[in-house]
């Protein structure tokens, strides 16, 4: 009964969403050929097919075994930023935002900010006991907490040299100091994060930093290459490094993007992913002025063609003013499923999760999946729908005379409960993208 409630309310607020939402708007997704690309992209690039075979201890198939389905984890990252952690005014909000986390997020990004990671020169913030900064935990602390709940980290950024994100003590017109100061800073990231936080944004905007080099530190010429070769010879190979560019530089000035990474490439850098930005005004989404949904898949085409995985790194969708949380939410689930249907799209990373833990005046844009209470906003309900149910396998099959039983379910970490007649076991399973049809079989003793 209250799963029925729950599916009631969802459908009741779609419904109200909906009713909110300019024709623009709907026409853009509603279009066939939109949203036939979505559906057929998530059932064909999201999903895989397996087949269990029950067998006894004397190797013979059982027939009309009961066979239940239930994944547990996705191998698609759904992530947030982590910047609040125990940052909140009281336990109870930190309890909350963490119970919401946990609940809709796999995948996690840690404050790397070097002007609070180190402050003070050689004297980084890494242990938990460092100084509390509001939104710059110490990475110590987010880690522990990410391997205490399964969920993966991502650092963000090992370098970011925009002058308000810097330490006062850095040389911010001294090119060649800047590269001494940046290795060893790169090094004592590398020494002790490199094995633990297996993804990485290695450098961040960097095409807003050529067009607006003024109020970034002065960097030698060959930056950017530079930049790769130093993490990728500081970091192990299991350490994927990424660059992380803006939402216009990637959705619009695509191409500009796409050179840039090529010419990394060809030097032979580690880049390692391709990550874009989605910081968006409300109103012209709605219009279908910027960012319409034939754009953006047309837009990661291309960015898919070089190879490399695709990371939607930040995304803040205002949540403001009349019907604002009925739109965010609309938004976010129609960007949502375009995103995880998207063939080269490894992960998607809201920004801030609740009201009032977003970057000082970007708070009044109100673009949390929570309240300044902490309680899921419409938006956050629509993740949790597609997240959670929608796109989640849990299946009861029962095997045919060969001991059989066949089903196609998305990516992850699968838990299938065997039972027949009284015997019943439990076995994990795994249905991997990479490893084309997945075949297991499991012996009752």
């Not at 698609?76 to 935002?97: H, I, M, S, V």
């Not at 005046?361 to 419409?378: F, H, R, T």
């Not at 729908?385 to 379910?409: E, P, Q, S, Y």
Request: with cysteine; net charge positive; proline share 6%.
């Amino acid at each position: 009964m209250e799963i029925m409630k729950f599916i009631l309310a969802l459908s009741l607020l779609a419904a109200t969403a909906r009713a909110e939402i300019p024709g623009t708007f709907r026409a853009l997704w509603d279009d066939p050929a939109v949203s036939g690309r979505i559906e057929q992209g998530i059932e064909k690039h999201r999903k895989g097919d397996a087949t269990v075979e029950v067998v006894g201890k004397d190797g013979k198939p059982l027939a009309n075994a009961t066979v239940e389905i239930c994944q547990q984890t996705h191998e698609f990252l759904f992530g947030c930023n982590l910047f609040a952690l125990d940052q909140l005014a009281t336990p109870e909000l930190n309890r909350k935002y963490e119970a919401a986390f946990t609940n809709l997020f796999n995948f996690a990004t840690v404050p790397f900010y070097w002007r609070e990671l180190e402050p003070q020169q050689g004297k980084p913030r890494f242990a938990e006991d460092s100084p509390p900064i509001w939104r710059r935990p110490p990475p110590d602390r987010l880690v522990k907490w990410c391997k205490a709940h399964g969920i993966t980290p991502k650092g963000h950024a090992l370098m970011y040299v925009k002058n308000q994100f810097m330490p006062d003590w850095t040389a911010r017109n001294d090119a060649e100091m800047l590269r001494r100061q940046g290795a060893s800073h790169m090094a004592g990231i590398a020494e002790r994060y490199g094995r633990d936080i297996p993804i990485w944004d290695a450098v961040n905007e960097e095409m807003p930093r050529r067009i607006h080099f003024k109020t970034w530190h002065a960097v030698p010429d060959d930056y950017l290459t530079w930049c790769f070769q130093e993490a990728g010879r500081l970091f192990p190979r299991s350490a994927k490094l990424l660059i992380n560019d803006g939402q216009l530089q990637g959705h619009y000035d695509t191409y500009d993007y796409m050179a840039l990474v090529k010419d990394l490439l060809q030097s032979g850098a580690r880049v390692e992913g391709i990550g874009v930005q989605f910081h968006i005004s409300r109103n012209s989404v709605l219009s279908g002025k910027l960012y319409p949904p034939a754009h953006l898949q047309d837009v990661y085409s291309s960015l898919g063609r070089l190879g490399l995985p695709l990371y939607i790194t930040e995304i803040t969708v205002p949540g403001v003013g009349e019907n604002g949380v009925e739109l965010q939410a609309a938004i976010v689930a129609n960007y949502y499923r375009l995103w995880f249907s998207t063939p080269m799209m490894a992960g998607i990373t809201w920004w801030n999760l609740g009201d009032g833990t977003a970057y000082e005046n970007e708070n009044k844009a109100l673009g949390g999946l929570l309240d300044k209470e902490m309680n899921p906003k419409p938006a956050y309900r629509a993740l949790e729908k597609l997240i959670n149910h929608d796109w989640r396998t849990h299946l009861k099959l029962t095997t045919d005379a060969k001991g059989r039983a066949k089903f196609r379910g998305f990516h992850g970490k699968y838990l299938l409960r065997i039972a027949v007649g009284e015997e019943k076991r439990e076995f994990p399973f795994e249905l991997k993208s990479k490893a084309g049809p997945a075949r297991t079989t499991l012996t009752l003793k």
